[in-house]
T-cell receptor
Framework: DQQVKQNSPSLSVQEGRISILNCDYT??????FLWYKKYPAEGPTFLIS?????DKNEDGRFTVFLNKSAKHLSLHIVPSQPGDSAVYFC??????????FGTGTRLTVIP | DTEVTQTPKHLVMGMTNKKSLKCEQH?????MYWYKQKAKKPPELMFV???????INESVPSRFSPECPNSSLLNLHLHALQPEDSALYLC?????????????FGPGTRLLVL
């Protein structure tokens, strides 16, 4: 059972525009959420996280929004750059338990 | 420094071989993890070590044997693998297993079992 879902396998965005990557989860006990970025043949790189007590966290061009009532989080990248082209995974956990990953969204930023 | 290193980068082995994957971090992290990732799938947790003790084994077959010789090193010993075990094996570490701790990943070892 996939507890964390990324329903869009791919997304293409023009350079300079906003990229919005979405993630839905089913387990209401998740209290910590993370976004990772992955280039081919490399391990996931941590981007940004958010605790369930917040609804927004911002770090430079990256902002994560959490809507607990909808069990939905999103990652906004603005402005998008060609170097942002990668696969983005959202992940969630409860307490000290396992990290559950979504299936990933491949972002392509077109110059 | 948030670096986790893994060796080798690539490994090809036969079904009768014995090999080991190595992972190292010098961030003082006390939790270390092995994940397996197949193509177009998310990483799947295999093992968790916390303070050098195995705390989670996600029903992984015994042909995979983890070892944590000290707080900086994590090994995965491989023996009698099957072709379906071919995947990217990722190591990660975090300060501890606390809920708000971020896991940092290594680059992975791409394993091909023939």
């Amino acid at each position: 059972d996939q507890q964390v879902k990324q329903n869009s396998p791919s997304l293409s965005v023009q350079e300079g525009r906003i990229s919005i990557l979405n993630c839905d989860y089913t387990n209401s006990m998740f209290d910590y959420f993370l976004w990772y970025k992955k280039y081919p043949a490399e391990g996931p790189t941590f981007l940004i996280s958010i605790s369930s007590i917040k609804d927004k966290n911002e770090d430079g061009r990256f902002t994560v929004f959490l809507n607990k009532s909808a069990k939905h989080l999103s990652l906004h990248i603005v402005p998008s750059q060609p170097g942002d082209s990668a696969v983005y995974f959202c992940a969630a956990r409860t307490g000290a338990n396992n990290l559950f990953f979504g299936t990933g969204t491949r972002l392509t930023v077109i110059p | 420094d948030t670096e986790v290193t893994q060796t080798p980068k690539h490994l090809v082995m036969g079904m009768t071989n014995k090999k080991s994957l190595k992972c190292e971090q010098h961030m003082g992290h006390r939790a270390m993890y092995w994940y397996k990732q197949k193509a177009k799938k998310p990483p799947e947790l295999m093992f968790v070590y916390s303070y050098e003790k195995l705390s989670i084994n996600e029903s992984v077959p015994s042909r995979f044997s983890p070892e944590c010789p000290n707080s900086s090193l994590l090994n995965l010993h491989l023996h009698a693998l099957q072709p379906e075990d071919s995947a990217l094996y990722l190591c990660a570490s975090s300060r501890d297993r606390g809920g708000q701790e971020t896991q940092y990943f290594g680059p992975g070892t791409r394993l091909l079992v023939l």
